[in-house]
C-alpha cells in the first residue's frame, strides 16, 4: 500500500542496530521504504540483518560497523556516509547500554565510554547531519531513551538515568528548535522491553520476577516510535500504565517520588 512507502526515495541511518529495539525500528523503516544505513559494532549481526531486510523489504541496506564509545567514530561515520553517497533524512540514536551499580562500582573508563556513546555521539550525529537536513526541509530524528530520563532519581544506576534525562531534554529543545525547519524530533521512552539488554547489564534474573504486563516487545515499542515521530510527537511513551505512572510521579513532591523511586530501584538490583 502506498502509505506503507512513503519513505520511497530516503534513507535512515540506525545506531544500535543489531539488535532489540535498533533493529526492530530498522524493519519499521524499511517497510516505509527508507533505505537503511545500520551502525553497530557486531559486523556479522550487521551483515545478516542487511541481507534480511532487502530480501523481505526490497528496499537497499548497508552495513557501517562502530564502536560509538570511541571518540573518532563520528567522524569515521559521516566518511563512510559520503563513500554510500546517501544523503541522510533520518536519524535513529538508539545505541546504548547499562552499567549497574552506585557511581563507585565500575572504573572511570567503562563510564566515559559509555558517556561517549550515549550522550556525546548522539549530539556529535546530530550536528552532523542537521545541516543537510535544514537545507532539504526535512529531517526525521528519533532518540531513544528511556522512561527513566522522565522519573525522579532513585539511586542505582546512575550514569544510565543522567544520560536518560539528557537525551530527554535535549530532544525537547532540539524539537522546538527545528520544526520550523521541516524538522521532526521524537523522544522515545520504552518502560521494560524484551530484548538483549537485561542480558548485557547482568540483570535478566531480576527483571524476570517482574510482572509481564510491565514488559513490551521490540516491535511494539518501534511502531510507538516510528508513529510518533511521524506526526512530530515531542515525547513518546508506549503503553498506558507507563504513562500514567509519569503522570503519577510528576504530581508528587519530589522528595517522596525520590524515596518511592529508591524502592524500585533497591528491588530491581
Not at 525522579?152 to 535535549?170: E, I
Request: one cysteine or more.
Amino acid at each position: 500500500m502506498t502509505h506503507q512507502r512513503k519513505g520511497e526515495g530516503r534513507t535512515v541511518l540506525i545506531t544500535g542496530a543489531s539488535a532489540g529495539i535498533g533493529m526492530a525500528l530498522s524493519h519499521v523503516f524499511a517497510r516505509r521504504g527508507y533505505a537503511i544505513i545500520l551502525v553497530a559494532r557486531r559486523k556479522d549481526r550487521l551483515d545478516a540483518l542487511k541481507a534480511q531486510l532487502e530480501a523481505v523489504h526490497g528496499v537497499r541496506a548497508f552495513s557501517l560497523p562502530a564502536d560509538l564509545a570511541k571518540i573518532e567514530a563520528p567522524d569515521e561515520i559521516m566518511e563512510a556516509l559520503h563513500a554510500f553517497g546517501l544523503p541522510i533524512d533520518a536519524l535513529v540514536n538508539n545505541a546504548g547500554y547499562n552499567l549497574r551499580g552506585a557511581t563507585p562500582d565500575n572504573p572511570w573508563a567503562a563510564k566515559r565510554d559509555m558517556l561517549q556513546a550515549m550522550a556525546i555521539a548522539p549530539y556529535a550525529l546530530t550536528h552532523l547531519l542537521l545541516p543537510a537536513m535544514r537545507e532539504r526541509k526535512f529531517g526525521r530524528i528519533l532518540n531513544v531513551a528511556s522512561v527513566v530520563g522522565l522519573l525522579p532519581g532513585g539511586g542505582a544506576n546512575t550514569l544510565y538515568s543522567g544520560v536518560k534525562a539528557m537525551q530527554v531534554a535535549f530532544s525537547e529543545a532540539l524539537h522546538i528548535d527545528e520544526r520550523k525547519h521541516g524538522i521532526h524530533v521524537t523522544a522515545l521512552c520504552p518502560g521494560l522491553t524484551y530484548s538483549e539488554f537485561h542480558d548485557v547489564d547482568g540483570s535478566r534474573a531480576q527483571m524476570q520476577k517482574l510482572p509481564k504486563f510491565l514488559w513490551h516487545t521490540s516491535e511494539s515499542v518501534a511502531e510507538a516510535g516510528y508513529a510518533a515521530l511521524d506526526r512530530n510527537a515531542m515525547i513518546c511513551v508506549p503503553g498506558l500504565f507507563y504513562r500514567t505512572g509519569i503522570a503519577a510521579a510528576r504530581m508528587l513532591p519530589r522528595r517522596l517520588a525520590n524515596r518511592i523511586a529508591a524502592r524500585i530501584a533497591r528491588g530491581a538490583r
